[in-house]
């Protein structure tokens, strides 16, 4: 079988491929195949919502952020070589005030070398802690014959234990984006199972309407991982909360 086409009624809105074409010849240029946090902003540029998210290298750095921003707040460690952030302690959850970020800051630099003392750690990404809403996870991985295979399903941890997942050959379109959805086990839990309130499901559909764009716009992306996405409930939106992207070898 053949790679799918692109049609060109398989368009989204509000996208910036000039701008996303910047951020990966920026990475190809310094030979680094796993952006950072530069990759946010081709998520940005596709029009795909980000949780607000603040680079701090310093521990004063990631104290003044917090307190701009307000509480309370995510901290995750920044290292080319850590993938797993909560594998080495390099998250922290619902802090709350300066001391807390503070102390959460010196802790990760502290902690993390003696588990990780190959890694170099740049500093910490600051976040606005969303609460309430469901974690889901949007791929891709490149097949060799088929192309961009996006995947879809529960996001956090819950991917690697259920592996309740639902795959589909990019492009896509609504009609196969919301099959994608609906095709997983746990659909009745972002449906609102048991008078919980549903997820918002057009926002998870635009989300991969985008990204079916932006992964077929740029075949130098080999993998792609939004994971968590947090999706809320009805008529309030999905945000990427992280994601990890690597390119193909120059």
């Known amino acids: ?28 240029d310094v030979q680094r195949r796993t952006p950072g946090l530069e990759s946010l902003g081709i998520l940005e540029a596709y029009g ?19 307190e701009e ?21 390099g998250i922290r959850l619902s802090l709350q005030s300066g001391d807390e970020v503070r102390a959460a800051y010196l802790g990760m630099m502290e902690k993390i070398p003696e588990k990780r003392p190959d890694a170099v750690l740049e500093g910490v990404q600051i976040q606005k802690m969303l609460s309430g809403g469901n974690e889901v996870i949007i791929g891709m991985i490149r097949d060799p014959t088929f192309g961009p295979m996006l995947m879809f399903g529960l996001g956090g941890v819950y ?3 259920l592996k309740d ?15 994608m959805i609906k095709g997983i086990k746990a659909y009745p839990l972002l449906a609102g199972a048991r008078g919980a309130k549903p997820s918002d499901i057009d926002a998870l ?24 996405m947090m999706v809320l409930e009805e008529g309030k939106g999905a945000f990427a909360v992280d994601m990890r992207l690597t390119l193909k070898k120059k």
């Open 48 to 66: 795909i919502p980000v949780v607000k998210t603040v680079f701090a290298k310093t521990e004063e750095e990631a104290v003044k952020a917090a």
């Open 159 to 161: 991917v690697e234990i």
């Open 69 to 89: 921003m307000g509480y309370p707040l995510v901290m995750k460690v920044v290292s080319p070589q850590i993938s797993h952030k909560s594998d080495v302690g």
């Open 165 to 179: 997942v639902r795959f589909a050959i990019a492009p896509v379109n609504e009609k196969e984006a919301r099959e």
């Open 205 to 228: 559909v635009d989300a991969i309407l985008r990204i079916s764009r932006l992964v077929c716009d740029f075949p130098e992306i080999e993998e792609f991982e939004i994971n968590p």
């Open 1 to 28: 079988m053949s790679m799918k086409q692109v049609d060109p009624a398989f368009t989204v809105s509000g996208s910036d491929k000039a701008l996303a074409d910047e951020i990966f010849k920026a990475a190809l």
